[in-house]
Nanobody, 126 residues
Framework: VQLQASGGGLVQAGGSLRLSCAVS????????MGWFRQAPGKERDFVAA????????FSADSVKGRFTISRDNAKNTVYLQMNGLKPEDTAVYYC????????????????????WGQGTLVTVSS
């Protein structure tokens, strides 16, 4: 499975970006998908996840109400719509795919995911 993240860039605080992650190599609709982020000098943190059908989503408290995860199984792509961006959202954002089901008890754990994309940098200026 190959994951290609895109859509990062430089944006002012309060602005919006939409990240995309295109998946190839296997049946996309069999995989739960997640977004994580890593700021310089910090650990990789969970941002949001969506189950294989799109029927369930999970998100970190820090992004609830601002970020929305979605997927288009016809396009083999998962999205992260980010609104109301803050300087503390600055990080490299990674998408990941999980062979197992995703629930609230495992979606936040990086070890749940089997495949990772290369990351896309989001920089939010104040």
């Amino acid at each position: 499975v190959q994951l290609q993240a895109s859509g990062g860039g430089l944006v002012q605080a309060g602005g919006s970006l939409r990240l995309s992650c295109a998946v190839s190599g296997r049946t996309f609709s069999n995989y739960g998908m997640g977004w994580f982020r890593q700021a310089p000098g910090k650990e990789r943190d969970f941002v949001a996840a969506i189950n294989y059908s799109g029927g369930s989503t999970f998100s970190a408290d820090s992004v609830k109400g601002r970020f929305t995860i979605s997927r288009d199984n016809a396009k083999n792509t998962v999205y992260l719509q980010m609104n109301g961006l803050k300087p503390e959202d600055t990080a490299v954002y990674y998408c990941a795919a999980a062979r197992s089901g995703l629930w609230s008890t495992n979606s936040y754990n990086p070890r749940t995911y089997n495949y990772w994309g290369q990351g896309t940098l989001v920089t939010v200026s104040s």
